[in-house]
């Protein structure tokens, strides 16, 4: 079974920084793409990032050149790197896994797997 658990959610002032983690397990296949989602109040999942099996990143245009999504080499740990923080920022972070070879598209329908989220607040 996937498991994906999310950490290093907080509260942090605008233009400041925060790490988010997440840790993966029961992923056996060798294609698949690992990224990030976030949910506001009110507001529709909106894709943040992601990774290929390769290595290759992808980002959602409200976060190109703040945020930055990497994994560890074994791929059982996701970051996503935070920088420039903006108020509209604030939302519930997903982590999200799906079986394919190509990671551009951030329709949240097409992941399988889902982490339970952790809360970032920007002020």
């Known amino acids: 079974q996937v498991q994906l658990v999310e950490s290093g959610g907080g509260s942090v002032q605008a233009g400041g920084s925060l790490t988010l983690s997440c840790a993966a397990s029961?992923?056996?296949?060798?294609?698949?793409?690992i990224g990030w989602f976030r949910q506001a109040p009110g507001k529709e999942r909106e894709g943040v990032a992601a990774i290929d099996s390769d290595g290759s990143t992808h980002y959602g245009d409200s976060v190109k050149g703040r945020f930055t999504v990497s994994v560890d080499n074994a791929r059982k740990t996701l970051y996503l790197q935070m920088n420039s923080l903006k108020p509209e920022d604030t939302a519930m972070y997903y982590c999200?896994?799906?079986?394919?070879?190509?990671?551009?598209?951030?329709?949240?329908?097409?992941?399988?797997?889902w982490g339970q989220g952790t809360q970032v607040t920007v002020s």
């Open positions: 029961g992923i056996t296949s060798s294609t698949n793409c």
């Open positions: 999200a896994a799906v079986q394919r070879d190509y990671c551009w598209s951030f329709r949240a329908a097409e992941y399988n797997y």
